[in-house]
């Protein structure tokens, strides 16, 4: 199965960033909430000692990339929620969802809107087929509550001549339960998924995560810390917490992909 993936992110402490990281698996937090390049707000991440870190920028500008390709293979690098057993009012529970997502859509069909209204671009300097006008402060709130009329982020397709809406993406805790992803939107509607067993390509050898058959980046065929430290890389076990992309006005209304 292919998907075209984006970044997406979710807040745990308000207005904060996760800072960037690549070498430890403990998570803390930055202060640092002024730059559109960071990690989008709440997104546990690995942690490293410093959020501005030149090196671990562009490895999270290539993960960036990497998950935004036109034809990412899934495989060990995404794990996705199982599609449950339908139960009575989860159909009018997700229509519900994707008329709120609908009416977020409306009114930021011209992303200046969506500008003036807090939302920032999310590595706007990074070539991507789809961005991230990401709300800090609806992704903190996501940490704590669903609010269907709050979208982490809003999913814009680059346009020769700016911005073209094409849908919302919503967020919840890297630790949430199966059953509370349930809550927020049906399981037998919907798959909430998670970017997982990442192996960055040692420095000086980030082009290798580009060539035919990788072994570094999601596309990559590393997938364990042992053969990731054994070929040089840095492992992260789990990149971001849940996501999940919603198309409204699409026919495939919750497909996890770039158009």
């Given at each position: 199965m292919k998907s075209k993936l984006s970044m997406a992110l979710l807040g745990m402490t308000c207005l904060l960033f996760?800072?960037?990281?690549?070498?430890?698996?403990?998570?803390?937090?930055?202060?640092?909430?002024?730059?559109?390049?960071h990690s989008m707000s709440g997104m546990e991440m690995?942690?490293?000692?410093?959020?501005?870190?030149?090196?671990?920028?562009?490895?999270l500008n290539a993960a960036t990339r990497l998950m935004t390709s036109h034809h990412m293979d899934m495989g060990p690098h995404m794990k996705m929620t199982e599609l449950r057993k339908p139960q009575p009012g989860d159909q009018e529970r997700a229509k519900l969802v994707v008329e709120q997502a609908r009416r977020v859509m409306?009114?930021?069909?011209?992303?200046?809107?969506?500008?003036?209204?807090?939302?920032?671009?999310?590595l706007p300097n990074v070539p991507q087929h789809q961005y991230h006008f990401t709300n800090y402060w609806y992704g903190f709130e996501a940490g704590f509550r669903f609010n269907?009329?709050?979208?982490?982020?809003?999913?814009?397709?680059?346009?020769?001549?700016?911005?073209?809406?094409?849908?919302?993406?919503?967020?919840?805790?890297a630790k949430a339960s199966v059953s509370e992803l349930n809550v927020r939107i049906p399981l037998s509607i919907a798959q909430w998924h998670e970017h997982v067993n990442f192996c960055f390509p040692p420095k000086g050898r980030e082009s290798e995560a580009w060539q035919k058959s990788p072994k570094f980046g999601m596309a990559g065929s590393i997938s364990t810390r042992e053969a990731c430290e054994e070929a040089g890389g840095k492992f992260v076990p789990l990149l971001f917490g849940w996501m999940v992309h919603v198309y409204p006005n699409d026919k495939d209304v919750w497909a996890m992909g770039v158009h």
């Open positions: 996760i800072r960037l990281a690549i070498a430890q698996d403990q998570h803390h937090h930055s202060p640092d909430g002024t730059h559109d390049d690995p942690n490293d000692s410093s959020s501005s870190n030149p090196a671990g920028e562009q490895e409306e009114k930021y069909q011209d992303y200046h809107a969506a500008l003036n209204d807090g939302f920032k671009i999310f269907p009329e709050h979208p982490t982020s809003l999913l814009y397709d680059k346009t020769p001549d700016g911005y073209k809406l094409a849908g919302v993406m919503y967020t919840a805790p």
